[in-house]
């Protein structure tokens, strides 16, 4: 066991008026597996790039273990696989990988076939395998579940779960309550550690929050009620003073001495609750400061003249000889949230494009209803770039709608002069969910919309979902999400 200590940390990217961290310590045993939460664009990714020594900072980061970040960059992806592995871990024995391969289902003949022909789970799999065969080296691993299939995702966090010394960044709630055993999150204005897996941290949290938003309404009332006594106190104050030089209205002469006692019981009174408002005005702006806003979302669709929207009837999907998918078939119907489940590679992707209306080559019959309008959500976001303003005059959406729902999303006004190609996954991400909410569609299809998504963004969407329940067909992996959100599921073998 050995600690890695943070102390005093303070990072600002170059040319930004604002820290991403300032003056934070604290400390993580390299013995724990550690998940990492917080809102997109906190600076998860940019922590990890601090331990890796890629930017200067002012504070320390003291440690006596050796730092490797997943996913490994890997330069040519025409090399075999074993190549790749000797290229991450050089002294590896050849046995021990083969364990890990064993504990992560991956077959030892991938090592002999270029590692850019894996599906992107095999390639997931093999780097962790790689990495873990390291000794004395603490895992900076970054979003591993992005694109894995709900099983390959079990499978990783099962592996994971029997490892340690690793920060694991990870959205996917199912994922983290079984792997990790300390949370590190980051909060909207300091870095704490707790004990527990996500869900014990977000109990907490939620204790927390009610807890504090429980004192802050009973300190407002409090400052109402020591208000109103000022001002009454004020008021008894300018009476007294009226009558200090005059005479009494039975024309007797003023006693001074007891006007004189009485001003000065009403001033110490006023000194008195003086005090006390500003030390309920401190105790108060104490309160509140990491509760996360998460504002409530709409979805409006437009009401379709038919019950049934889309049918597919023993459609099977290929490209040349290659069989995507096969023998589908289902309907979508008003108010149906279907979600499409199944492994990596089958077909689930090219179902959502055929029925938005790409050339995708199919056999079986599709059926979809005349002048249907639909909202679709890619898992793509490479061609996203220019500000937001550019976004929605391209996209014919309401300008002000569009940046009203990504401010619920936890942008800053700052973020929304800046170029969209600049914003981390998550927040590109959240770009294309806005704009789907501000369309106006009869069906919404949604291909993997959680990928790089904050935690607390995901309950924001669920909620949005259940509350409005529109019609909407999606793929998505993360395992809460489907429970909660779908009301029928398609199995894609």
Known sequence: MSLIRVTNLTFAYDGSYDNIFEDVSFQIDTDWKLGFTGRNGRGKTTFLNLLLGKYEYSGTIAANVSFDYFPFHVEDKENNTIDIVADISPDYEHWQLLREFSLLKVSDDVLYRPFGSLSNGEQTKVLLAALFLKENHFLLIDEPTNHLDIHARKLVSDYLKGKSGFILVSH???????????????????????????????????????????????????????????????????????????????????????????????????????????????????????????????????????????????????????????????????????????????????????????EIPYSGTFRKGSQLKISYVSQDTSHLYGNLSEFARNNEIDESLFKSILRKFDFSRLQFEKDIASFSGGQKKKVLIAKSLCEQAHLHIWDEPLNFIDVISRMQIEEVLLEHSPTILFVEHDIEFCKHVATKIVELN
């Open 172 to 358: 996917d709630r199912a994922f983290l309550d079984n792997c990790v055993d300390h949370v590190l999150s980051i909060n909207k204005t300091n870095i704490e550690i707790q004990k527990g897996n996500f869900t014990d941290w977000w109990e907490n949290k939620e204790r927390q929050d009610n807890f504090e938003m429980a004192e802050n309404e009973k300190l407002k009332k409090d400052i109402k009620r020591l208000n109103e006594a000022a001002q009454r106190t004020s008021n008894w104050s300018h009476e007294v003073e009226k009558t200090k030089n005059g005479t009494r209205n039975s024309g007797s002469k003023v006693d001074k001495g007891y006007i004189g006692h009485k001003a000065a019981k009403m001033m110490k009174r006023s000194k008195s609750i003086e005090q006390r408002q500003q030390s309920q005005i401190e105790e108060r702006s104490k309160l509140l400061n990491n509760v996360e806003s998460s504002e409530s979302l709409k979805i409006v669709q437009m009401a379709y003249h038919k019950q049934q929207l889309v049918e597919l009837d023993h459609v099977s999907i290929h490209y040349g000889e290659k069989k995507v998918c096969d023998d589908v078939s289902f309907t979508v119907e008003q108010g149906d949230r279907i979600v499409l489940s199944g492994p990596n590679g089958s077909g689930k992707s090219s179902l959502l494009k055929l029925i938005c209306g790409d």
